[in-house]
């Protein structure tokens, strides 16, 4: 069983700062990526991604605002947002892919205010 416990959303002002955090845990031999996915209304997309080397893969949308971050000791991934626009208001999803299984974080809900 793997398990992945997010924090860190909440309500903000449009142009505020927001960090997400998400931690790994149970049985996991070694991690592929991990990463965060944000669903409003319709389907679940891609916010950023990180690969266990390091490579880094973001959304158009979060490109330049948003960076991500992993501790591998910890098995965490973080996400810090800057700039925030109501248009990110949305659940965000933590997910982690290692051989075997893709496993998903319970959410967790970020609102931007106007």
């Known amino acids: 069983q793997v398990q992945l416990v997010e924090s860190g959303g909440g309500l903000v002002q449009a142009g505020g700062s927001l960090r997400l955090s998400c931690a790994a845990s149970?049985?996991?031999?070694?991690?592929?990526?991990m990463g965060w996915y944000r669903q409003a209304p319709g389907n679940r997309e891609l916010v950023a991604v990180m690969a266990s080397g390091g490579s880094t893969n973001y959304a158009d949308s979060a490109k330049g605002r948003f960076t991500i971050s992993r501790d591998n000791a910890k098995k965490a991934v973080y996400l810090q947002m800057n700039s925030l626009k109501p248009e990110d208001t949305a659940v965000y999803y933590c997910?982690?892919?290692?051989?075997?299984?893709?496993?998903w974080g319970q959410g967790t809900q970020v609102t931007v205010s106007s």
């Open positions: 997910k982690l892919s290692m051989p075997g299984g893709v496993y």
């Open positions: 149970g049985s996991i031999s070694s991690i592929n990526t």
